[in-house]
């Protein structure tokens, strides 16, 4: 499963950025799609994520400021990101947990490559 994210960039404190994510390969379904974050010098944080009968979940830093949304027929994965923040700057990565075998029931979480989401004050 490979995840490509894009999107990012540079913007001013109280712009708007929407950040997208493409899961590609062989799977057979992909239960959780979501959004993290690292800021330098700290952790990888998780920002937001969506299941696929669209049940969402915000970190309380980005609750009503963020969307989440998803295209399950895609495979795509947004993070409208509204009302920016100087704290919000982070490379942002996209995440999946996706089922790859008929045979099996596990789950395996991927990782995308990140994009770098900066916000000048």
């Known amino acids: 499963v490979q995840l490509q994210a894009s999107g990012g960039g540079l913007v001013q404190s109280g712009g708007s950025l929407r950040l997208s994510c493409a899961a590609s390969?062989?799977?057979?379904?992909?239960?959780?799609m979501g959004w993290y974050r690292q800021a330098p010098g700290k952790q990888r944080e998780l920002v937001a994520d969506i299941t696929s009968g669209g049940i969402t979940n915000y970190a309380e830093s980005v609750k009503g400021r963020f969307t989440i949304s998803r295209d399950n027929a895609q495979n795509w994965v947004y993070l409208q990101m509204n009302s920016l923040k100087p704290e919000d700057t982070a490379v942002y990565y996209c995440n999946c947990n996706a089922k790859v075998s008929y045979k099996s029931v596990d789950y395996t979480n991927y990782w995308g490559q990140g994009t770098l989401v900066t916000v000048s004050s």
């Open positions: 390969g062989r799977f057979v379904s992909i239960n959780v």
